[in-house]
Nanobody
Framework: QVQLVESGGGLVQPGGSLRLSCAAS????????IGWFRQAPGKEREGVSC????????YYADSVKGRFTISRDNAKNTVYLQMNSLKPEDTAVYYC????????????????WGQGTQVTVSS
């Protein structure tokens, strides 16, 4: 059974950091492009970052460039999203997703989704 499980969310003050993890079971993560998305209350789910399976190339939304870093650890079958300099507007439920397609911030291109982890940035 293909499953993605996110973890690492929580409450953090503005300027703080969190590292989200996306662990896969039932399939080998490095065969897939993995994306991170987020959805704030009342807003559409938006693409944050992704990392390609083919060459490890990455994509970042403009809103997170320079602050977030995506990486993968194939030995642990896990993809990470390191989030630094967090802002209140980063508050959202964060989801990871998998696809065989190329790296994209478009949610329709992804086939498998995790259940999400809440990130709250507040003082």
């Amino acid at each position: 059974q293909v499953q993605l499980v996110e973890s690492g969310g929580g409450l953090v003050q503005p300027g703080g950091s969190l590292r989200l993890s996306c662990a896969a079971s039932g399939f080998t993560l490095d065969d897939y492009t993995i994306g991170w998305f987020r959805q704030a209350p009342g807003k559409e789910r938006e693409g944050v970052s992704c990392i390609s399976s083919s060459d490890g190339s990455t994509y970042y939304a403009d809103s997170v460039k320079g602050r977030f870093t995506i990486s993968r650890d194939n030995a642990k079958n896990t993809v990470y999203l390191q989030m630094n300099s967090l802002k209140p507007e980063d508050t959202a439920v964060y989801y990871c997703a998998a696809t065989f397609k190329l790296c994209s911030g478009r949610r329709g291109r992804y086939d498998y989704w995790g259940q999400g982890t809440q990130v709250t940035v507040s003082s």
